[in-house]
């Protein structure tokens, strides 16, 4: 599959969001490599890897986040699981679950409700290896700082504060991938 291709279909127009997009994706596709390649003892599926971490933020078009040109009419919590949807329908379950469980560091049912997030009610937990190691890699660069990869400090901060669950899990993906 040609994840830019999918990217042209929805993001059609040069303009500040395709490029915001490209360049975090890519971003998060290297990180994501490099963990991957730094590990052959995990068996890593590095075309799955390379194609879902570049579509796993396909779906923020739709969501209104207009600090990064988006101007849609979902809450931005919600891009995981739009572009899940999206990605499902164009054919592509495998890369639609990297969509939906990237959000945070996963989101189980409980933390769903528990927040009482606009997302619908199941766990969105990266459950694959290639899953995981993508979700991590996002962890270390946001959209509005594109030339910076945060440290780990940095990315465990921004986890903390939306609870422990998150943080458990990124301190054994700090123990697996890096």
Request: aromatic share 8%; hydrophobic share 40%.
């Amino acid at each position: 599959m040609n994840p830019l291709a999918l990217i042209d279909k929805y993001y059609p127009v040069e303009n500040e969001l395709r490029h915001i997009l490209l360049v975090h994706s890519r971003s998060v596709a290297d990180k994501a490599l490099a963990m991957a390649r730094k590990h052959p003892e995990l068996n890593l599926d590095l075309t799955f890897i390379e194609e879902a971490a570049m579509l796993h933020d396909i779906g923020i078009f739709e969501t209104d986040a207009d600090g990064i040109y988006c101007f849609g009419k979902y809450p931005y919590i919600c891009h995981g699981y739009l572009g899940a949807e999206l990605v499902a329908r164009e054919g592509y379950p495998r890369h639609a679950l990297v969509c939906e469980r990237h959000t945070g560091a996963g989101l189980s049912l409980q933390s769903i409700i528990d927040q009482n997030l606009p997302i619908p009610h199941r766990d969105m937990i990266p459950v694959s290896l290639e899953e995981q190691i993508i979700c991590f890699a996002d962890k270390f660069y946001s959209k509005t700082k594109l030339d910076k990869e945060k440290s780990v400090e940095k990315a465990r901060k921004s986890i903390e504060k939306h609870g422990d669950e998150g943080l458990t899990r990124f301190d054994a993906w700090c123990k697996l991938f890096l």
